[in-house]
């Protein structure tokens, strides 16, 4: 299978993260995706292809125009600004009874257009945001060519990002520009598949209400993880989107034996769907090894996942996620797409 991997994701470099008293260097980091794409080269797994670029318009079809504005401009802001600091991020958010109001300072902006502090901007980080929905859509762009799989290699990842809001190291939702450019081109329906160790809550909300999308998400409870505000099972979408939108949160410890019984029952619902695509989204850090996160899925089980999903006999993007054990990012992935593969 073809892989679409940029190297403009480095741009994206110098996050931070906050540790405690301290800030930290931020678990999404260049060298997550730069190991996901030698493992892919070193074990000779396919053809590696750069992205197309993509206009604006394929982008606004998820994505609201002052949010994309917003990601445009808000380095150039914060410089302008007289902030300190290598990091533009908020610290004050929109909370209820506030209104999404025009204020011109950055730091009211990146509140306006953030749901949490998590998403930084560095002076690199729009091209590489920018890229990483081409390498998405690009991957979009050999299944419907006629190619049965790709894997758009994308950093920084999409699936937390909604509408006009980034958080959760997301800025725009890779794995929705993908499914919606899918639909805009002829499909009737899609699935997306979000095996991410934390809820998409960004792509559950884009869809919450449509029924041309099925938003399926496996993830560590909400009740005691990451995104916490949304991901429960009584989630199942909202008018056309009624019964379109499955969840299945599972707790802290769970591994392949009780995982794979979630993942068939979700593969069930694929099936009754019936898309004419799949999307993956493809997180990495139900890993076991993963330094920040609770489940136990070992290498070999995401041969086992890769597989189960192939069951399912449909022309599949796989779309990269998170994942943060950075020794281990590059085999799990390519363990994945193995069992993918070879079905
Ligand atoms: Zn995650």
């Known amino acids: ?48 292809i750069g992205p197309d670029v993509f206009d604006d318009q394929r982008i606004l079809r998820i994505h609201s125009l002052d949010y994309l504005q917003f990601l445009e401009s808000v380095w150039n802001e914060w410089l302008a600004s007289g902030e300190k600091g290598a990091n533009a991020r908020p610290d004050t958010f929109v909370g209820a009874g506030m209104r ?50 790709a894997f758009s290699a994308c950093r920084p990842p999409g699936h937390h990002a909604t509408v006009s809001y980034c958080g959760g190291y997301c800025y725009l939702n890779n794995n929705s520009l993908a499914a919606q450019s899918f639909l805009d081109d002829g499909a009737s329906r899609v699935a997306i598949l979000d095996v991410d160790y934390h ?56 591994a392949w034996d009780s995982y794979s019984v979630a993942l068939s029952d979700a593969l069930d619902q694929v099936r009754r769907f019936s898309p004419d695509v799949l999307v993956v989204a493809l997180g990495l850090d139900t890993f076991a090894g993963d330094p920040t996160t609770f489940f136990e899925i070992t290498t070999d089980d995401f041969t086992r996942m890769g597989a189960a999903i192939a069951s399912l006999k449909l022309p599949t993007l796989v779309v990269l996620e998170g994942g943060y054990s950075v020794d281990w990012i590059g085999q799990n992935t390519v363990n994945f797409l193995g069992g993918l593969e070879d079905g």
Not at 9 to 20: A, K, Q
Not at 115 to 121: G, H, I, L
């Open 1 to 48: 299978m073809k892989t679409v991997y940029s190297d403009d994701h480095n741009l994206h470099d110098g996050l931070l993260d906050p540790r405690g008293d301290n800030w930290g260097p931020s678990a999404e980091c260049p060298a997550r995706a730069n190991n996901v794409e030698t493992a892919i080269r070193e074990n000779q797994f396919g053809e590696i």
């Open 100 to 149: 999404h109001a025009e204020t011109e300072c950055v730091v009211g902006r990146l509140g306006r257009y953030s749901f949490d502090a998590t998403s930084p901007f560095v002076a690199g980080s729009w091209q590489a945001i920018r890229t990483s929905a081409n390498v998405a859509l690009t991957g979009a762009e050999i299944i419907k060519g006629g190619a049965r799989l």
């Open 199 to 254: 809820h998409g809550n960004g792509t559950q909300s884009i869809f919450y209400n449509r029924n041309d999308v099925l938003t399926i998400s496996l993830h560590a409870d909400p009740k005691v993880e990451y995104p916490f505000f949304l991901g429960y099972a009584d989630e199942p979408g909202e008018g056309d989107g009624a019964g379109f939108n499955v969840n299945y949160p599972l707790p802290f410890g769970t």
